[in-house]
């Protein structure tokens, strides 16, 4: 048997023999960008590779999704290594699809093209032979959230529930069996930082209100009319009557915007319109937040007679963080690229928010950024400035660290299940967020 060391230098040696291999699929798939629960000339790619090397797999998983099951010695705990699918739209940039704007300006071609080179390092090098889990090759569609029209109506037909490739991959309950996920995503180089892990994502919930009021002439007959105006205003007051009730830690923030607020100033408004997100650091406190919000908004349309209509549109959960998970990749980045290079950044507050958040409320979640982009991410001056960083590095994180998490007898798999929290059951998920 082989120590976890040579398992490793094993599967880089794999990496690296096919490096070019790997740089023509992550830059094929740069080539034609495709938006989310669309993407089906990269969903054959990856479909082709898969053939290629002999990997069983499910395709059309939340439509353009593909999943391929790499058996270990023993089924003891299984590990995801994901990638998504899709791309994001800017229109500008230089490589944007001419029909459709769309652009690989978030470097999700970068995370499959890890996803490549994990496959690779674990064709016939004998590694899961030596393993005591599998693992599972995941390529999730829908991560950016664009063209939510088209997404809604796919929701209304009933194909999807969800917004988000990887929520919908929860409800299908292809995280049923899987006891680890593990991610990367390309980043700017910040500095000396080459690569970080566990930066926050808050999550949130947005709403849009309506209040129906009744229409009057303001000067001669307001009696007749509903104001659907001071239904709005007391509800917003009403917000702030709940904010002494958040706790601190929970990072409850609500917003909320007027975005109609009547039509003529001689006529009693009938028809207010306010938006709002209510974002939170934790699920429980999000979901606690948005039902006072609720409740807060409707006795504003209660105090005049005004309709009061809550429509929820869930977003994406927070981060809830595994520390020995993200102990294991930590040190896997470092002897890749230097502790000095590695930040390790642990639970903070702000940042953007990704639907990896829902995933992490379930089971152990890890989610690294590593350089290799020149230019910010989502804009028309994203690029792929270092592939070796990127494709190839990348691969080796997330192949080290599943290495790591199924040597043996499992025992560092064993460890971060133990000491992990799950803040939600899969079942309280699409419960609660599902109904939103
Ligand atoms: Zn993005
Ligand atoms: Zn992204």
Redesign the pocket.
């Known amino acids: 048997m082989r120590t976890k060391e040579q398992l490793k230098q094993a599967a880089f040696a794999a990496i690296d023999a096919k490096k070019m291999e790997i740089a023509a699929f992550g830059d094929s798939i740069y080539r034609e960008p495709e938006l989310g629960y669309k993407e089906y000339k990269t969903a054959d790619k990856i479909k082709k590779l898969f053939d290629e090397l002999g990997y069983p797999y499910r395709d059309k998983v939340a439509r353009t999704g593909v999943v391929a099951d790499l058996k270990g010695k023993e089924s003891k705990y299984k590990v995801a290594v994901m990638a998504?699918l899709d791309a994001v739209v800017v229109p500008g940039h230089k490589d944007a699809c001419a029909e459709t704007g769309a652009a690989h300006a978030?470097?999700?071609h970068c995370m499959m093209a890890s996803l490549a080179g994990v496959a690779y390092a674990l064709n016939g090098t004998g590694i899961l032979e030596e393993l005591c889990g599998d693992i599972v090759l995941m390529a999730v569609p829908a991560?950016?959230g664009v063209e939510i029209e088209f997404r809604n109506k796919l929701r209304e037909s009933g194909e999807i529930s969800f917004l988000g490739g990887k929520q919908e991959f929860i409800k299908l309950g292809i995280f049923d069996d899987i006891d680890f996920m593990i991610m990367q995503?390309i980043k700017k180089k910040d500095g000396t930082v080459e690569a970080e892990v566990a930066s926050n994502c808050n999550g949130f919930v947005s709403k849009l209100v309506r209040y129906i009021g009744k229409e009057a002439h303001a000067g001669a007959a307001p009696h007749e009319g509903i104001n659907a105006l001071n239904a709005a205003i007391l509800g917003l007051s009403a917000i702030h009557a709940q904010r002494e009730t958040f706790r601190s830690e929970d990072y409850i923030r609500i917003h909320p915007i007027i975005t109609k607020g009547g039509t003529l100033v001689n006529v009693v408004p009938d028809d207010v319109r306010i938006e709002t997100y209510v974002r939170g650091a934790n699920a429980a406190a999000i979901l606690d937040a948005s039902a006072k919000v609720d409740r807060a908004l409707k006795s504003g349309g209660d105090a005049v007679g005004a309709a009061t209509k809550i429509t929820d549109i869930p977003g994406y959960m927070p981060f809830n963080f595994s520390e020995e998970l993200i102990d294991v990749v930590y040190e896997n980045l470092c002897a890749l690229y230097g502790k000095e290079h590695v930040d390790r950044m642990g639970p903070g507050f702000g940042g953007g928010s990704t639907d990896a958040g829902d995933v992490s409320q379930l089971i152990p979640t890890v989610h690294m950024y590593i350089a290799g982009a020149s230019g910010n991410?989502h804009t028309e001056e994203f690029a792929v400035a270092d592939k070796e960083s990127a494709y190839v590095t990348a691969a080796k994180a997330l192949v080290a660290s599943a290495i790591d998490l199924l040597y043996d007898k499992g025992e560092t798999g064993e460890s971060v299940k133990k000491h992990f929290k799950a803040q939600l059951t899969k079942e309280r998920y699409l419960k609660e967020w599902g109904k939103l």
């Open positions: 998504e978030c470097g999700h991560e950016e995503h991410l």
